[in-house]
Structure formats: structure tokens, C-alpha cells
């Protein structure tokens, strides 16, 4: 268990609103990414972050933003949700430096209507 | 340009047969390949990796198999139990770990039947 929750478990919006989701982590892990899964796409990386105040952009970067304020939450924010933004998104760790293995989250289901 | 491969999308076995699973890459710069495995619902979990140095790695019923030349990889299970169903996902890595990122094949559902 990497200690990995993520907020909300389900969320259902509106074309244009807002959304903001959280992932919380309870080891101090330097490494965090945010992944969307999609069928027929696997999982393709948003953003990921190397430390506090640290982040890059993945493959599907266009429509969202994070921040990681903090080394336990890093943010995934649509800034405009819309309907091709409805996924599953996940988050990440990866315990150190020297580890290619990341662990997820239980994920997040979003539907922009 | 996908540049990890799952061509298989599905794949039926029969409870203590053997399941393959296939992944092929076409950058030649990844050293590292892991498999993921997920079950609906919820995210997924890792289950064994192995380094381009190695061609073969072991953990209980899995086997993942690694050929360079061919730029290929199979996950293997044996014997397949009805709790392996599951959507496999394949995923490749370049560099020092950690910072570097995975990239992931669009997955394999896999469906052992009792």
C-alpha cells in the first residue's frame, strides 16, 4: 500500500465549470504523475512532478494544470472541463530515484456533461 | 506514435493452462519494461518488471521474458487461475528511474475461465 487516496472517488460536471482533483500521499514521495485512462488508450501521462513546485508536462497535457504546493498533494486542475475530458485519471508515486516502479491510486471518475 | 504495443486486446484461457502475454516496442532507447495489472474499478498494481540487461525475470507464476533483438516481451502465467482476470497493461522506460517517465500499451484483457 504506497498510502495514495485520491478526492473525489466520482464527480459529475458541466461542460465549462472548473474541476479540480486532489491526490494525497502519506510517504514524502518526491515523484508524483497524473495519468488519464481511456478505452482503447491504455494510460497516457498528464503532468507529473519531481518535487515541490517541481512539474512538467506528459503526452496529454492540453486543458489541464497542477500544482504541488505541498509534498504530499499534487492537483490536477481542468480549467474548462470538457465532454472529451470525461476518463478515469489516476495518480502516481514512484519511491525514489532510483525506482521505474509507480504505484496508483484507486483513481477518479469524472463525467463532463 | 504509439511506441509500446499490445496488439492482443483480449485473450481467453482455461483455468491451470498457461496465458501470454504479449507487448512489442519500437524505442530502442527503453532499458526498462514493467506490467501492470488492474481489475475494473479499481487503479492499477504493479507486478514485475525486468531491465534490458536480463532476458528473463521470475516471481511465482509470472514470467516476463524480455528479447532486445526483437524489441518484444511476454508475460507469462502459469498455471492461470480465474482471479489473474484482469486487464494487463504493458509499460516501457527509458533513463534513471524515478524522473523518468512510463509509457504504457493500451492493455490486454485477460479472461481465465474455470
Known amino acids: 500500500d504506497a498510502g495514495i487516496t485520491q478526492s473525489p472517488r466520482h464527480k459529475v460536471t458541466e461542460t465549462g465549470t472548473p474541476v479540480t482533483l486532489r491526490c494525497h500521499q502519506t510517504e514524502n514521495h518526491r515523484y508524483m504523475y497524473w495519468y488519464r485512462q481511456d478505452p482503447g488508450h491504455g494510460l497516457r501521462l498528464i503532468h507529473y512532478?519531481?518535487?515541490?513546485?517541481?512539474?512538467d508536462k506528459g503526452e496529454v497535457s492540453d486543458g489541464y494544470s497542477v500544482s504541488r504546493s505541498k509534498t504530499e498533494d499534487f492537483l490536477l486542475t481542468l480549467e474548462s472541463a470538457t465532454s472529451s475530458q470525461t476518463s478515469v485519471y489516476f495518480c502516481a508515486i514512484s519511491p525514489n530515484s532510483d525506482s521505474y516502479e509507480q504505484y496508483f491510486g484507486p483513481g477518479t471518475r469524472l463525467t463532463v456533461t | 506514435d504509439q511506441q509500446v504495443k499490445q496488439n492482443s486486446p483480449s485473450l481467453s484461457v482455461q483455468e491451470g493452462r498457461i496465458s501470454i502475454l504479449n507487448c512489442d516496442y519500437t524505442n530502442s532507447m527503453f532499458d526498462y519494461f514493467l506490467w501492470y495489472k488492474k481489475y475494473p474499478a479499481e487503479g492499477p498494481t504493479f507486478l514485475i518488471s525486468i531491465s534490458s540487461i536480463k532476458d528473463k525475470n521470475e516471481d511465482g507464476r509470472f514470467t516476463v521474458f524480455l528479447n532486445k533483438s526483437a524489441k518484444h516481451l511476454s508475460l507469462h502465467i502459469v498455471p492461470s487461475q480465474p482471479g489473474d482476470s484482469a486487464v494487463y497493461f504493458c509499460?516501457?522506460?527509458?533513463?534513471?528511474?524515478?524522473?523518468?517517465?512510463?509509457?504504457f500499451g493500451k492493455g490486454t484483457k485477460l479472461t481465465v475461465n474455470p
Open positions: 509499460a516501457a522506460s527509458a533513463g534513471q528511474g524515478g524522473s523518468e517517465k512510463l509509457v
Open positions: 512532478s519531481y518535487g515541490v513546485k517541481d512539474t
